[in-house]
């Protein structure tokens, strides 16, 4: 498959019924694997360009360069109807990352204003807001969805302990020790292990870091 626009995004669905590519002309265009990748449905109502998605729940979401998030129903979507179940469009810049977590019930998203959102399914995608001040790179939940880490532009790395709704602060001093050690200027990508034990952040440096979930120290030496 070959589109005239560039791709800026890919993400499988659940039981990767579907692959939905994200172009730079604002359309999102879902393929099937199961039916030798045929074209099965475009999103593009929108021209500005998709940046991010993510389908791993049975809601999908995407973040577009004009700040705005839509959310689509899964099994809706799967059937080509394409009609958001929520959209934000508070921001004013690009949106550079949208995470769900806890099955689908929560989505975080954030992008080049520096806010953090968070929304509840459950209060009907209700959303509160967490001001970073740095462009956010990359969000992401722990498996568990106790735990939501941000990064940011400029050594900015947040994480939020949703039981108590205090950041963990072992992380910041750990990240740190990781920028002073190193050249990095910004963690860039971040991921949990399946299990949640591990968290993984990839710098600008070109440095993979691992470390502990347990007491948020290195796992091993930096991966170079």
Known sequence: MIYDSPIETVAFSRQDKRLSVGLHDGVLSLLSPRDDWKSCGEIDYSESTILCQDWSSNFLAIGRTDGSVAVFDESKALDGFFVPVAEFSGESAPIRSVAFGTGGRNLVFGGDTGTVSIANRLDGWACSKLKLKKSVLAAKWS????????TGAKQTIRMIDTLTGEEVEE??????????????????????????????????????HI????DWKAACPAID
């Not at 498996?143 to 941000?150: A, C, D, E, H, M």
């Not at 470390?211 to 347990?214: D, E, F, M, P, V």
């Open 171 to 208: 992380i910041q001093e750990t990240a740190l020790e990781i920028f002073e050690a190193n050249a990095a200027n910004n963690f860039t990508t971040v991921d949990f292990s399946a299990d949640g034990k591990l968290i993984a952040f990839g710098c600008s440096d070109g440095g993979v």
């Open 143 to 150: 498996p568990g969805g106790r735990y939501i880490v941000f």
């Open 211 to 214: 470390l502990n979930s347990t």
